[in-house]
Nanobody
Framework: VQLQAFGGGLVQAGGSLRLSCAAS????????MGWYRQAPGEQRELVAV???????GYADSVKGRFTISRDNANKMVYLQMNSLKPGDTAVYYC?????????WGQGTQVTVSS
């Protein structure tokens, strides 16, 4: 099983980016899927999570700006990021609980310039 994230890049403050993450391999069940981020010198932190039923949760710092969604049929999870701030600059990692195991994607860099 693998997770591959893509969609990061450089954007000006106030702009938007959409991250995508694809799960592949022999998959029987995907439970929670989520996005984490890690800024230089900081610990990795949860950004957003979505359950298999579609319930969502967000870090306070991104509520109202970021939206997580998933496509169960295509084993994808997305993070729509709007009104980006320089403080959102980090490497973003997708995460999923698949076949009763925890998996991580390789990370994608998001840089927000002021």
């Amino acid at each position: 099983v693998q997770l591959q994230a893509f969609g990061g890049g450089l954007v000006q403050a106030g702009g938007s980016l959409r991250l995508s993450c694809a799960a592949s391999g022999t998959i029987f069940a995907i439970n929670n899927m989520g996005w984490y981020r890690q800024a230089p010198g900081e610990q990795r932190e949860l950004v957003a999570v979505i359950t298999s039923g579609g319930s969502t949760g967000y870090a306070d710092s991104v509520k109202g700006r970021f939206t997580i969604s998933r496509d169960n049929a295509n084993k994808m999870v997305y993070l729509q990021m709007n009104s980006l701030k320089p403080g959102d600059t980090a490497v973003y990692y997708c995460n999923a609980y698949i076949n009763s195991h925890d998996y991580w994607g390789q990370g994608t860099q998001v840089t927000v310039s002021s």
